[in-house]
């Protein structure tokens, strides 16, 4: 979690003010969900959520879980990701226009297109933050 830290630490002091800001999510909050989607989440997400899911910067709008009502919640971006034909042995996290990153069984993270097959992926959620969050929106 040590690289996932620091990453986020990065992404904190990026963070843009906006009208209504974002809430980090309590651990209940990330039990109910998981147990709720009937899916155990890769630990780096979990992490990231109770540490770094409040950011706003960018156009990348990772999916949230403490306010049900927001575009970006998790459930909503699942439902919308499966709608596109998003497989199930994916966990999509963030949706991008038709398109998501998601995770795979063993937590690598992959862009799933609605174009078609690409081949783009990370190798921890940590790494895509980095590369797709943070240099892309810089």
Not at 51 to 67: C, M, W
Not at 102 to 123: H, M, R
Request: hydrophobic share 40%; aromatic share 12%.
């Amino acid at each position: 979690m040590e690289n996932l830290d620091k990453v986020i630490e990065k992404l904190r002091a990026l963070n843009e003010p906006v009208p209504t800001p974002l809430s980090l999510p309590s651990l209940q909050d990330v039990n109910s969900i998981e147990t709720a989607l009937g899916f155990k989440f890769p630990k780096d997400y979990k992490h990231y959520l109770l540490k770094g899911s409040d950011v706003v910067f960018g156009v990348i709008e990772p999916a949230t879980i403490a306010n049900p009502q927001s575009h970006t919640h998790l459930a909503e971006v699942i439902k919308s990701a499966r709608d596109y034909g998003v497989p199930e042995e994916l966990f999509p996290f963030c949706a991008d226009n038709g398109d998501f990153y998601c995770f795979t069984p063993s937590g690598v993270v992959v862009f799933w297109s609605s174009d078609g097959p690409v081949n783009e992926q990370w190798p921890d959620l940590a790494v895509w933050i980095q590369d797709v969050w943070i240099n892309a929106s810089s």
